[in-house]
């Protein structure tokens, strides 16, 4: 039997919680989420506290932690001011240019010129998208939800998605996990690559019942 060590988060300092959390709920999908200023301002930032909620209305959510002295990340400042972002899945190619978007640059800096980054005006939003990016979410603010003094949780209606043409299939909307070649954060400072995949079909009742039933032993007449 496996032993397991128990944690009474009331007893861990913040910084404990977080060391807990990102070694334990893994690997997580990286948003690299890009936003406007209400000057019009771009800029762009990964967040691995991030996934989709639902699909009808088509929901995403990302933690943001602002900064202790209570002034807002550009990311989430741009949201609240304009309504508007958009979520790039990161692959494997964009893992060194979206470390570069992650450095702490002032508010005049645009991350992805200095990650050399290509872009193009969104279609349904002002935030800009990022080419090299194997899919982008196109998002409006729906709810954000204040969760701490510098932390909050922003969930977006994903209003518009573009796939790379080679990964999907528009007759039948299948995607090609393979060719989207996403990474995913761990903890530390490491990530995951994704393309060492396995299916798994979940059984219906029926198909439980008959796999696991036990067979019953023939009795023979004397």
């Not at 701490?148 to 299948?174: K, M, Q, T, Y």
């Amino acid at each position: 039997m496996t032993n397991h060590t128990h944690f009474d988060f009331a007893k861990l300092t913040e910084r404990e919680r977080y060391k807990i959390l990102i070694g334990t709920v893994i690997p997580r999908p990286i948003a690299l989420v890009t936003t406007v200023s209400k000057e019009g301002q771009p800029n762009a930032g990964p967040f691995s506290f991030f996934n989709v909620l639902t699909h009808d209305p088509a929901i995403v959510a990302i933690g943001v932690e602002n900064y202790a002295d209570m002034r807002f990340k550009d990311t989430a400042r741009n949201i609240r001011e304009t309504g508007e972002f958009t979520v790039h899945i990161c692959d494997n190619a964009l893992v060194d240019q979206m470390e570069v978007c992650a450095i702490k640059f002032g508010p005049e800096v645009n991350e992805m010129e200095e990650a050399g980054l290509s872009t193009v005006p969104g279609q349904m939003v002002r935030s800009p998208r990022i080419l090299a990016a194997p899919a982008a979410l196109e998002c409006r603010r729906h709810t954000t939800l204040q969760v701490g003094p510098a932390r909050e949780i922003i969930l977006g209606e994903v209003v518009g998605v573009f796939v790379r043409s080679d990964a999907v299939n528009s007759s039948n909307l299948h995607i090609d996990q393979q060719m989207m070649d996403a990474v995913g954060r761990m903890g530390g400072h490491t990530y995951a690559r994704t393309r060492d995949q396995f299916d798994i079909k979940t059984l219906t009742p029926d198909e439980w019942a008959a796999q696991t039933a036990i067979p019953r032993p023939t009795i023979v007449s004397g």
